[in-house]
């Protein structure tokens, strides 16, 4: 069966759709992140550390305050990658919040979740303390977060000796290290699979045993240019790679 001129349409339609909504689940990130961050600088502000000793466990206190914060940057998060995974209007509810819940090589999306909020928790210890050395005056540290949340080390090494030691693992500085980048990428590509297997689900039901896959950009990619072209079912990929903007069109073939 060749696809219609309708079909392939509806396809490319549906993609911009799911790209439009993998980026209204990162604007969602940035508005909480900066959230977050405000309540904890204010938070930081009521404790009386010292600039060279600062750590969130510095006062129980302030340790108990930051972890609710924490915990509600959590939930919100996953809120909001299922609300905007939800948004395809395709599957059911409970079928897509059951895919968002299994195990992606090894890890379930809330256990990723919670490995990038724990960095990002360190990064914005880090910095905070790295403010408060340089002597940046207390009502100016959110302002110094809202330029840098994207990329924090740029802020937090840019003096020796004003950085406080990340906790835990050595994650290095790597712009694919941030937390931002890594919870940014989760949210869009749990976004992402979601959609596509929502659509897989319909098409399977409506009887499809095989796809086609399109090119859905000009940028090159080799991967996705040897995809080009028919597949059983059974190899569905969800997307090729990572912001991949293929489009699929089901068939019964």
């Not at 859905?216 to 997307?239: A, L, N, R």
Request: positive net charge; charged residues 25%; glycine residues 6%.
């Amino acid at each position: 069966m060749t696809p219609t001129r309708q079909q392939i349409t509806d396809a490319k339609q549906y993609v911009l759709d799911r790209v439009e909504a993998e980026l209204s689940s990162v604007s969602a990130l940035d508005t909480r992140l900066l959230r977050a961050a405000r309540d904890i600088i204010r938070i930081a502000r009521k404790y009386n550390v010292p600039p060279e000793r600062f750590r969130f466990s510095a006062d129980t206190r302030l340790q108990r305050e930051v972890d609710t914060v924490i915990a509600r940057l959590k939930e919100e998060i996953l809120s909001d990658i299922q609300t905007c995974s939800l948004a395809s209007g395709k599957s059911g509810r409970e079928e897509v919040i059951a895919f968002l819940e299994e195990k992606q090589y090894g890890k379930t999306l809330r256990q990723r979740i919670d490995t990038y909020a724990r960095r990002w928790k360190y990064e914005i210890e880090a910095f905070i303390a790295a403010a408060l050395i340089k002597g940046i005056a207390a009502t100016s540290i959110e302002n110094a977060y809202r330029q840098h949340y994207k990329n924090p080390y740029a802020f937090i090494n840019g003096e020796k000796g004003a950085a406080v030691r990340l906790q835990g693992a050595s994650y290095g500085a790597g712009r694919s290290n941030l937390s931002y980048n890594m919870l940014s990428s989760l949210s869009r590509n749990s976004v992402a699979t979601a959609w596509m297997h929502a659509d897989r689900v319909e098409a399977e039901r409506g009887g499809a045993t095989g796809f086609y896959s399109y090119r859905g950009s000009s940028y090159p990619c080799t991967y996705c240019d040897s995809k080009v072209g028919y597949h059983p079912i059974s190899e569905f990929p969800g997307t090729w790679h990572p912001r991949c903007k293929c489009y699929f069109i089901f068939v019964n073939r």
